[in-house]
């Protein structure tokens, strides 16, 4: 037989409004006294609050969903673990849905979770699906975007300062007396997500900074599973770089094991930083220079943004978005080489 809220303010000596209150964590007028009571008789009578009435009595679901790019990237694991931990302290459910960067995946997703009436979405979005976004922002639907930004759309937004990353890199190579310096990174084009676009962007500007060209030989771009042909079509150049930058955690895997079944040293016949700070970039020998990103601020940022527009959603929303960038740092350690 199920158990009730009844039930349990009887076995509490309590109100069920105060069980109610409890259950809200809505401790405010609540001794410590009657939340153990009510403690020990949830606890006594294995009692399960009823979600659904909840949800009917509040207008909400307390749930919120992720639309994630990829679970396969640790940055991107990370920052879906400090959403669920900001999320969990306000009694709110996550569920994850896991696109591969696949604007139709990412679309069905969206209609889907909205269709489950959760409360507000997180979204890594792809710029193939700004139509629906612009309806979501026309509809007040409660929304954030995280690691990417689509222009022309105000929505709130968290992502790190992509053309700082790469430019430190460049700095620290140019730094270390090379010139001749790649970049390798997943699809660009007309529609390229925007880590891609400024962290490119970010290269170019500081590469023009300290007066050296650009060879576009030395940038290539493509899918994760192409990895390894562009980066055996690259170091067959005659003149290939000295220098690379691997712009995420995923790249910088396929760049260490073109090196390894290549028998190409590090930093000895290749300089190399990778934009993520993995793990295994300070196990590696050598341990590998790394540019960090603030995932976990990242993640409890915008589930903030999300749950405040949540908490604001009939009040009037505000035309204007926030857009927040979020500073990298670099780990200096021993994969680039220091030329004459």
């Known amino acids: 037989?199920?158990?009730?809220?009844?039930?349990v303010a009887e076995r509490a000596g309590v109100s069920k409004s105060t069980v109610s209150q409890f259950l809200s964590k809505r401790y405010n007028y609540m001794s410590l006294?009657?939340?153990?009571?009510?403690?020990?008789?949830?606890?006594?009578?294995?009692?399960?609050?009823?979600?659904?009435?909840?949800s009917l009595k509040h207008k909400k679901t307390y749930i919120v969903g992720v639309i994630s790019s990829t679970i396969l990237s640790k940055f991107t694991t990370e920052i879906v673990r400090a959403i669920e931990d900001e999320c969990q302290l306000k009694g709110i459910q996550v569920i994850i849905c896991n696109t591969d960067d696949d604007s139709l995946k990412e679309k069905n997703y969206v209609q889907s979770m909205i269709a489950r009436q959760?409360?507000?979405?997180?979204?890594?979005?792809?710029?193939?699906n700004k139509k629906l976004y612009a309806s979501l922002v026309k509809n007040g639907y409660p929304f954030v975007f995280v690691d990417r930004k689509i222009d022309e759309l105000s929505v709130d937004t968290v992502l790190l300062s992509n053309e700082k990353a790469s430019g430190l890199a460049v700095e620290t190579f140019v730094q270390h007396g090379h010139t001749d310096i790649g970049m390798i990174t997943f699809p660009l084009g007309k529609k390229a997500i925007t880590t891609r676009v400024e962290r490119l962007s970010g290269y170019r500007k500081t590469m023009e900074h300290y007066g050296l060209p650009v060879n576009e030989n030395y940038i290539r771009s493509g899918r994760l599973e192409e990895m390894q042909t562009l980066l055996t079509e690259l170091f067959h150049m005659d003149n290939p770089p000295t220098a690379l930058i691997a712009t995420n955690d995923m790249i910088l895997e396929q760049v260490l094991i073109y090196a390894k079944t290549n028998r190409l040293t590090i930093p000895g016949d290749l300089s190399l930083i990778g934009i993520d700070d993995v793990s295994f970039a300070a196990l590696y020998s050598p341990p590998i220079t790394t540019i960090s990103q603030p995932t976990f601020e990242m993640g409890k940022r915008s589930a903030r943004l999300l749950l405040d527009k949540i908490d604001r959603k009939d009040q009037e929303q505000e035309e204007t978005s926030e857009i927040i960038r979020l500073n990298p740092a670099i780990n200096h350690r021993e994969s680039v080489r220091r030329l004459n």
Do not use: C, H, S
């Open 33 to 54: 006294d009657t939340r153990r009571r009510i403690e020990q008789a949830i606890e006594e009578l294995n009692y399960i609050p009823n979600e659904v009435a909840r």
């Open 1 to 7: 037989m199920v158990v009730t809220m009844k039930e």
């Open 118 to 128: 959760v409360d507000g979405l997180i979204i890594f979005p792809t710029e193939e």
